[in-house]
């Protein structure tokens, strides 16, 4: 991978799109994590304000740790970079008190996880309205294409998207360019919803790598398919797939198409009721 030419590229799509959009820069959510360390970096670097925000709602030590280390490295050798800390903890814990929260623990749960993701992207659209910023994704494709593994409107609620095409493990190649903070590059991914130490393998029960097998394993076999060598479902991809491969590869690929299928209402539009014409017309 050109890592240099693909981080250049990308600050100039950047950079570009801020200007013909007529915006001043980008907020972006700030984690302790790799995806977000990499876009914040990649926004700093267009040279327009880059606005990081930490934003905890119960959040480890840990992630709280790592934010703060990676927004002070960043603004030592950005001066476009600035941040602001808006804890959303009491603001969470009055909409907890607000709801009804007597349904089964595991719905309860799953909804609450969302839920702070969605003050998180109502926050960030704030301070996106009053500096005149584009709010920066920090989904990457495995995530955001593949599996699905990000809240709707939650931080799937983004103006734009700059590592939405690179793999999981091509943005850590990217961070290495760009000598993001070491405890940043070595944290086990987790997206941090649930207030617990449970990492993005356990929710996901496969790892990045092996997700991204699998979503390059389906993509060699539609490409197949189309070409008529292969079956036209999901099921023939699994007989041919249970002939050729290893027991825990068969569990991922099973892992990841049970993923992308009950997630498609996330990854595509929404659907829209067409009134047809002859009903319009008085």
């Known amino acids: ?122 926050t960030l659209y704030y301070y996106a309205g009053v500096h005149k910023l584009l709010v920066a994704g920090t989904g990457n494709k495995v995530e955001d294409f593949g599996v699905g593994f990000y809240t709707k409107y939650g931080d ?35 997206d941090g919803l649930f207030g617990d130490s449970r990492s993005d393998e356990d929710q996901i029960g496969a790892s990045y790598p092996e997700l991204e097998w699998a979503m390059k394993f389906i993509e060699k076999w539609t490409m197949e398919k189309r070409e008529g060598q292969q079956s036209d479902s999901f099921d023939g991809l699994e007989k041919s797939a249970s002939m050729s491969l290893t027991e825990r590869q068969q569990q991922v690929l099973e892992i990841y198409m049970q993923r992308n299928r009950a997630n498609k209402h996330k990854m595509n539009p929404i659907p829209l009721c067409l009134i047809p014409e002859e009903m319009k017309s008085s």
């Open 1 to 122: 991978m050109q890592t240099k030419k693909i981080i250049e590229h990308i600050t100039t799509w950047l950079k570009d799109y801020a200007d013909k959009s007529r915006t001043d820069g980008f907020v972006i959510g700030v984690s302790g994590g790799i995806d977000s360390a990499v876009t914040s970096t990649l926004c700093a670097l267009t040279g327009k304000k880059a606005l990081c925000l930490e934003m905890p709602i119960h959040q480890a030590a840990s992630q709280v740790t790592r934010a703060q280390e990676h927004i002070n490295w960043l603004k030592k050798q950005f001066p476009n970079v600035s941040d602001a800390r808006i804890e959303l903890t009491e603001t969470f814990e009055e909409f907890r008190k607000s709801v009804d929260t007597t349904n089964e623990k595991s719905t309860v749960d799953l909804s609450l996880a969302n839920t702070r993701a969605r003050l998180r992207m109502t």
């Open 156 to 190: 799937g609620g983004v103006d734009l998207s700059p590592i939405a095409d690179l793999m999981k493990t091509e943005v850590y190649e990217l961070a290495r360019e760009m000598n993001i903070v070491e405890s940043i590059q070595k944290a086990v991914p987790t």
